[in-house]
């Protein structure tokens, strides 16, 4: 089997990529001058590939996660050796930790994406024991950590104490062949993107559209679109303040919306709101700034990173704040046709052959 100077971990990815699947099948192009071989259970054209097990990612679940956990500890070592590797790439920070008897032989690059759970989930939790304990280790024992906003290392350096020459932020972006203006009729709705966890501050954006209604004269022909999927631990609650709000007619729960259809919502949606307490990056936030939609945004985190000065900036722990900014972008034009304007030239700042290019550079330092 040939010798590969760099491995790139990409055990987690699935089929149809979304999220971190998408952040490092998006990359990958700009890093083929490397010369990787992948680990990965799919086949990549154009790159050196040594398939791994199908069952290790997020569509098994739990017991995918612990699947690939122990293969990462014990498998993906043999590798490394086998292939006479000086690098390993991690797009999400996963990598084989040094424990007794067993020293570790993987030299790492690792991508980290946040620490949130630290912030949101309870103690006792899988998933906040899993970034208490494994993830700092990761980080610890890795050559190099890149990041994907100023936010996030910021918070590796409070949370884990990881010095800051040791990390690089990098943004991430979006594909313009799909996130683009689209030339279609602005629709009376506001539509949010993303998850339905409470970090995510949906119950205060539902209650600031509620409000908003009461402000303007057309309000029956108004909408709040919710877009993402949907967790059934948090779903009850808004299905329940929707109700007491008497907002049915008025708040439309779409769930997940299939990939080749985001565009478009976006294209005709009046505005974002996009109100989260914390994200590592915020995503969603480019995507609709790509659109040319204006965006009502939380000031808060990475999100003044993404958004620039795009943005009607809100603050989401005060209601209110929502919606004034829901009120001022529909009752004057001017307002809007400036945010459309700016999210196009932000959103343009951003492309994945920057964030490929950059990430090569941190990859070859290492190699």
């Known amino acids: 089997m040939a010798h590969s100077s760099l491995l790139i971990n990409l055990s987690f990815a699935i089929p149809q990529p979304t999220g971190l699947s ?16 992948l680990l990965t259970p799919q086949n990549q054209e154009g790159f050196s590939c040594c398939f791994t097990q199908e069952n290790m990612t997020a569509a098994h679940g739990a017991k995918g996660h612990l699947r690939r956990l122990i293969w990462t500890q014990f498998k993906l070592p043999q590798w490394y050796k086998r292939l006479d590797s000086r690098l390993l790439f991690c797009p999400i920070p996963e990598a084989p930790v040094k424990l007794p008897l067993l020293p570790n032989v993987c030299r790492t690059v690792v991508m980290a994406h946040d620490v949130i759970p630290l912030r949101v989930a309870p103690p006792r939790s899988r998933l906040h024991q899993y970034f208490r304990h494994y993830v700092p280790r990761v980080l610890h024992q890795a050559e190099h950590i890149i990041c994907n906003s100023q936010a996030t290392a910021d918070d590796l350096i409070d949370f884990y104490k990881i010095p800051a020459p040791k990390l690089t932020p990098i943004p991430l972006a979006y594909d313009p062949d799909r996130y683009r203006p689209l030339g279609l009729q602005r629709q009376p709705f506001f539509v949010y993107l993303g998850r339905n966890d409470p970090y995510k501050n949906l119950s205060r954006a539902i209650a600031a559209f509620s409000d908003f209604l009461t402000q303007i004269p057309d309000a029956d022909s108004w909408e709040f679109r919710l877009a993402g999927p949907i967790d059934e631990r948090y779903h009850p609650t808004l299905l329940a303040q929707i109700h007491d709000l008497r907002l049915g007619d008025h708040v439309k729960v779409l769930g997940y919306v299939p990939d080749n259809q985001l565009p478009i919502l976006l294209n005709q949606a009046t505005a974002l709101i996009f109100p989260s307490l914390w994200e590592g990056f915020g995503l969603p936030v480019l995507e609709a700034l790509a659109c040319g939609t204006p965006c009502i945004v939380s ?20 209601t209110e704040t929502i919606t004034t900014a829901m009120v001022e972008l529909v009752q004057d034009a001017a307002v809007r046709e400036t945010a459309q304007r700016l999210a196009i030239a932000q959103a343009s700042k951003f ?3 920057k964030t490929g290019q950059a990430t090569a550079e941190i990859l070859q330092q290492f190699m």
Request: aromatic share 8%; charged share 20%.
């Open 22 to 37: 998408n952040y490092a099948l998006s990359i990958l192009p700009h890093l083929q001058s490397l010369e990787p071989t």
């Open 299 to 318: 000031r808060r985190a990475s999100l003044p990173e993404v958004a620039g000065n795009a943005a009607l900036w809100i603050d989401p722990l005060r």
């Open 351 to 353: 492309s994945w052959k």
